[in-house]
């Protein structure tokens, strides 16, 4: 992808030859660094785009909608849906009768305009949009640009534009502003795991729906795991007959009981094949790739469940889907040690049969140019056991278990590059010498997609450090309990090209909502926003204008948004963050701090729910003798905005370690 970075003032000479209002004097929307998030939040922004825009000049006045809104729009096919989007935002909440033309002589309150000529700077994704007191112009040189103008277009409006009724008494005005803007990363993606939790045709939908508003562009489908497969196979029954259903638990994934034999497994879903096609084509309309992966050979066990002849292991027909019991030991570290083997076999010529007829039918349903083949946590200890492996090695001159995942890679590779399709694979495929073709979507921290732009791969970065949507937003006491915690904050430190790499090989950046402990799409929506914001400015905005202050600013009007819209997000970002440590004479002290400035951290040991009239935190706490709970609640000013949080004594001194 072709990179421009201009110097300020270059970019509003450009403007001001394209709109009149940038030789005006500019009002920044950026908060100097230093500026604490205080100043941000008692004087909300009026321009609160999220991900923040190239360049955003504000001008004077306001654009008032009228009760007879026109919008004139090029008679394009790749518009309709955006047309009858923006069509239906601004009646709904407001009540508006609002009407299109593609005429260009019709006068028009709203102007979206594809340019003829193309704008350098805009590319295929880029839009220009000014607001002025008699009209709204959104110009692009293709449709996804125009796209993207009106989701900033809409984050304008009062945020009761987000209704889906009418809203009474709300005065519908626009600041005047000129903006220019277009993505820094070409690749702007979120992987939605439906393996583990099935999320039927309609909540997939409901997600491309929410990830568009902040400019994604990829949705990344985990379809296949040990818990379930999610794609219908023609000529291979069992895979969602059999490896799409299990038996439902409820609780701690990953420890629950085993299921007994006569548990029913009814529990799951799979999408047919013109699901797929309709999702394509609903996820194109809003100008979003989709991309399949197929997670071998690891993670598997529901592909075996189905077609156990696939498997190395003798006795593979006993095998069944899991439900969320225990299947590994990670107690070694990375790969683990297999407690049932979920591996496809890489030494049976069956499996890559069975894999041609899986990915030419892959291949055919979904139009993107890539197809993910997972390639992540493969044990082996069931591999250096078995003979095929064994005789596999010997034949191909293989040395070690990475060489024969890596053996199997190349197969797989050769199978995707014969339908005419990219491969891709977690970072793990680099383990395997694997040809530079392949590209590589790196997971483990940013390392491994640095030594694969290196090896010249092209690199997708989706490091566990600032991307993984699954981890614990706040403390462990609040959240579904995982093995990490990522922060808002942290989240928006990520920056997907790192110093010293050739930016030509980094494709962009991903977040990942892997989903064991995500039951349903409310709490797949509470663990994707605010962080997925966060990630969205990483891919698509400027890195010289990341400003954690300006943005947090940005994210607490959203909030009002995501309220109105009824979608749901987490405020962790408000709640205390603790850290224990020990006195000289053994006593616990607890540390308070908040990840945002400008709140008061209000407490009680007595049991009693504190608000801002019981004692404030100011320095280390040290509990009462015989106390047994701290509760804390966060505020601003007089209002409260932190959840009402109950930290047990006990764990507190869990995590100090021994008196």
């Known amino acids: 992808m072709r990179r421009f970075f201009a110097p300020l003032g270059l970019i509003l000479l450009m403007l001001s030859v394209n709109f009149p209002a940038f030789s005006q004097t500019a ?17 909300p922004p009026e321009i609160a785009i999220i991900p923040e825009p190239v360049a955003v000049t504000k001008a004077e006045g306001h654009y008032i909608l009228p009760a007879n809104v026109l919008i004139q729009s090029p008679a394009l096919p790749e518009l309709k849906q955006a047309l009858a989007f923006l069509q239906e935002r601004l009646s709904a909440a407001t009540g508006s009768f609002v009407s299109a033309v593609s005429s260009p002589s019709a006068t028009a309150n709203i102007k979206l305009i594809i340019n003829e000529k193309g704008h350098h700077l805009l590319g295929d994704e880029g839009y220009q949009l000014s607001v002025t007191p008699n009209f709204i112009t959104i110009k692009a040189n293709k449709p996804a640009g125009l796209f993207y103008g009106i989701q900033s277009l809409l984050q304008l409006f009062p945020a009761a534009i987000e209704s889906s009724e009418k809203v009474e008494n709300v005065e519908w005005t ?42 994604y562009n ?52 799979f999408y047919t094949q013109e699901d797929i096609k309709e999702l394509v084509q609903y996820a194109q309309e809003r100008f979003v790739n989709i991309m399949p992966e197929i997670d071998v050979p690891g993670h598997s066990l529901a592909t075996i469940a189905a077609y156990p002849e696939l498997s190395c292991t003798p ?17 070694r570290g990375a790969p683990p040690t297999a407690l049932v083997d ?19 039918q892959v291949a055919a349903l979904f139009p993107f140019e890539y197809i993910h083949m997972g390639g992540d946590e493969a044990p082996f200890n069931f591999w250096e056991k078995n003979e095929a492996v064994k005789a596999l090695m010997q034949r191909e001159g293989l040395k070690n278990m990475h060489q024969v995942q890596g053996y199997f890679e190349k197969r797989v590779q050769k199978i995707v590059a014969s339908k005419g399709k990219k491969f891709m694979g977690w970072d793990e495929i680099l383990n395997g010498d694997m040809p530079s073709s392949a590209a590589v979507m790196s997971w483990r921290g940013m390392k491994y997609g640095i ?29 579904p309990r ?30 990942n ?18 962080r997925g914001m966060a990630i969205a400015e990483s891919v698509w905005s400027p890195r010289e204008k990341k400003n954690w202050p300006n943005f947090f600013g940005r994210v607490e009007q959203h909030f009002k948004r995501l309220d109105i819209a009824e979608t749901k997000y987490a405020p962790s970002v408000y709640d205390p963050i603790f850290k224990v440590s020990r006195s000289a004479d053994r006593q616990l002290q607890i540390e308070l701090s908040t990840e945002v400035e400008g709140l008061d951290i209000y407490y009680s040991f007595d049991n009693s729910f504190p608000d801002r009239f019981y004692p404030k935190y100011t320095e280390k706490l040290t509990p009462p003798k015989d106390a047994t709970m701290l509760k804390v609640i966060t505020y601003r000013g007089k209002i409260p905005v932190g959840r009402m949080m109950n930290m047990p004594i006990e764990e507190l001194n869990k995590r100090a370690g021994r008196r």
């Not at 908060?31 to 008692?42: D, I, K, L, R, Y």
């Not at 820094?184 to 939605?192: K, N, S």
């Not at 076999?345 to 499996?351: L, Q």
Request: charged share 25%; hydrophobic share 40%; proline share 6%.
């Open 315 to 331: 006795g593979a027909e006993n095998y069944r889907v899991r439900s969320g019991e225990r299947i590994m030991d990670w107690s």
């Open 218 to 269: 990829i949705l990344h489908l985990h379809l296949t795991d040990d818990e379930g497969w999610r794609i219908e196979i023609k000529g291979l029954p069992k895979l969602t007959e059999v490896g799409a259903w299990s038996v439902k638990k409820v609780g701690e994934f990953g420890n629950f009981i085993p299921p007994a034999a006569d548990e029913p497994r009814n529990y799951g879903g």
């Open 174 to 215: 626009v600041p005047c502003v000129e903006v220019m803007d277009y993505p820094r990363l070409a690749w702007r993606g979120l992987m939605f795991d439906v393996a583990r939790h099935f999320f039927t045709k309609d909540e997939v939908k409901q997600y491309i729906d929410a990830m568009v508003r902040y400019k």
């Open 27 to 43: 009002v920044s929307e950026a908060t100097p660094e230093g500026q604490s998030a205080t100043a941000v939040a008692n004087t």
């Open 451 to 479: 030594q694969a732009a290196q090896k010249k791969h092209e690199v997708v970065m989706s490091p566990t450090d600032y991307a993984y949507l699954d981890y614990m937003q706040a403390d462990a006491i609040t959240e």
């Open 513 to 530: 909502l892997w989903t064991e402990q995500v039951y349903n799409i409310r709490q797949a929506e509470y663990m994707t926003w605010p």
């Open 342 to 360: 979920n591996t496809l076999c890489p030494a049976n010529e069956k499996v890559y049969g069975f894999l041609d007829t899986v990915i030419t």
């Open 482 to 511: 995982v093995y990490a915690s990522l922060r808002l904050s942290k989240s928006y430190e990520f920056d997907p090209v790192p110093a010293g790499v050739d930016p030509k090989y980094i494709k962009g950046g991903q977040a």
